[in-house]
C-alpha cells in the first residue's frame, strides 16, 4: 500500500485529492489547522483506507516531524496547505510585513522543511508535488505577497529538481478554483463560475501515477491531454 502525505486536507484540493488516493487504496497522512474538519475528514477516509490525521501548522517544526514520522516510507508528498494573508488583498505599498513573514513561512519555508525530512525516507519512483499557482509567475495587483510565496515555491521546486535528478519534482497550478480561499481573495463577490476543485485532481493524479519529467505544470493542459 503506496503512502502520500497531503497536507491541508481538510476541505478544498487537499481533501478531494485524498478522497480520490483513499478510492486507490492508497494509506494517507493528512493534515490541516483546525482540528474539527480534520476529524471529520479523516472519519470518512477511514472508511476506505488507512489513514494518520495529525493537527497542526505545517509551519511549525514540530509538526512536519510527525507528519514525517507517521508516514514511514514516502511514495508522493503533496505540499497543498497555504495561507492567503491579509484580506481584503493589501497593495505591497501597504502589506504588513509581519503578516508577509508568516505567508511566506506557510507557502515557501514549509514545504521546503517537509521535503528535508521525506527524502531520506521517499521510496523508488516517489513524487513530489507543490501545489503552487499563476500568481507565483503573473502580477496581480494585490496579489503581491501570496504570489511571492508561490514564486519562491517554485524556484524551489526547480532547484530541487536539478540538484536531484532521480526524483520526479513538479509545480503543480491548479487554476482558479471555487475554493474558501478564492473567495477569501474576493469578498462578496460570486465565485460560483469557477471549478470545483475536485476537476484539478486528475491533474494531480496524472503527476502521481504517470511518467512525466519533473517540471512545472498547469492543471487544465494535464486534464486536457488526459481527455484527449
Given at each position: 500500500?503506496?503512502?502520500?502525505?497531503?497536507?491541508?486536507?481538510?476541505?478544498?484540493?487537499?481533501?478531494?485529492?485524498?478522497?480520490?488516493?483513499?478510492?486507490?487504496?492508497?494509506?494517507?497522512?493528512?493534515?490541516?489547522?483546525?482540528?474539527?474538519?480534520?476529524?471529520?475528514?479523516?472519519?470518512?477516509?477511514?472508511?476506505?483506507?488507512?489513514?494518520?490525521?495529525?493537527?497542526?501548522?505545517?509551519?511549525?517544526?514540530?509538526?512536519?516531524?510527525?507528519?514525517?514520522?507517521?508516514?514511514?516510507?514516502?511514495?508522493?508528498?503533496?505540499?497543498?496547505?497555504?495561507?492567503?494573508?491579509?484580506?481584503?488583498?493589501?497593495?505591497?505599498?501597504?502589506?504588513?510585513?509581519?503578516?508577509?513573514?508568516?505567508?511566506?513561512?506557510?507557502?515557501?519555508?514549509?514545504?521546503?522543511?517537509?521535503?528535508?525530512?521525506?527524502?531520506?525516507?521517499?521510496?523508488?519512483?516517489?513524487?513530489?508535488?507543490?501545489?503552487?499557482?499563476?500568481?507565483?509567475?503573473?502580477?496581480?495587483?494585490?496579489?503581491?505577497?501570496?504570489?511571492?510565496?508561490?514564486?519562491?515555491?517554485?524556484?524551489?521546486?526547480?532547484?530541487?529538481?536539478?540538484?536531484?535528478?532521480?526524483?520526479?519534482?513538479?509545480?503543480?497550478d491548479p487554476g482558479d478554483m471555487r475554493t474558501r480561499?478564492?473567495?477569501?481573495?474576493?469578498?462578496?463577490?460570486?465565485?460560483?463560475?469557477?471549478?470545483?476543485?475536485?476537476?484539478?485532481?486528475?491533474?494531480?493524479?496524472?503527476?502521481?501515477?504517470?511518467?512525466?519529467?519533473?517540471?512545472?505544470?498547469?492543471?487544465?493542459?494535464?486534464?486536457?491531454?488526459?481527455?484527449?
Amino acid at each position: 500500500m503506496p503512502t502520500a502525505i497531503v497536507t491541508g486536507a481538510s476541505r478544498g484540493l487537499g481533501l478531494e485529492l485524498a478522497r480520490a488516493l483513499a478510492r486507490e487504496r492508497w494509506r494517507l497522512v493528512i493534515d490541516a489547522r483546525v482540528p474539527g474538519p480534520l476529524s471529520a475528514a479523516r472519519e470518512e477516509l477511514a472508511e476506505l483506507t488507512d489513514v494518520v490525521a495529525l493537527a497542526g501548522d505545517v509551519a511549525d517544526a514540530g509538526h512536519r516531524r510527525a507528519l514525517a514520522d507517521a508516514a514511514g516510507r514516502v511514495d508522493a508528498l503533496v505540499n497543498n496547505a497555504s495561507v492567503l494573508g491579509p484580506t481584503p488583498l493589501p497593495t505591497l505599498a501597504r502589506y504588513p510585513l509581519a503578516a508577509l513573514e508568516d505567508v511566506l513561512r506557510v507557502n515557501a519555508l514549509a514545504p521546503l522543511g517537509l521535503i528535508q525530512l521525506v527524502l531520506p525516507r521517499l521510496a523508488d519512483g516517489a513524487r513530489i508535488v507543490n501545489v503552487t499557482s499563476d500568481a507565483g509567475v503573473e502580477g496581480y495587483e494585490g496579489w503581491g505577497g501570496y504570489g511571492a510565496s508561490k514564486a519562491a515555491l517554485e524556484q524551489l521546486t526547480r532547484v530541487l529538481a536539478a540538484e536531484r535528478p532521480d526524483l520526479r519534482v513538479y509545480a503543480l497550478d491548479p487554476g482558479d478554483m471555487r475554493t474558501r480561499m478564492h473567495q477569501d481573495a474576493f469578498p462578496g463577490e460570486d465565485i460560483s463560475d469557477r471549478p470545483p476543485p475536485g476537476d484539478s485532481v486528475p491533474a494531480v493524479l496524472a503527476l502521481l501515477a504517470g511518467d512525466l519529467p519533473s517540471g512545472r505544470y498547469r492543471a487544465g493542459e494535464l486534464t486536457s491531454t488526459a481527455t484527449a
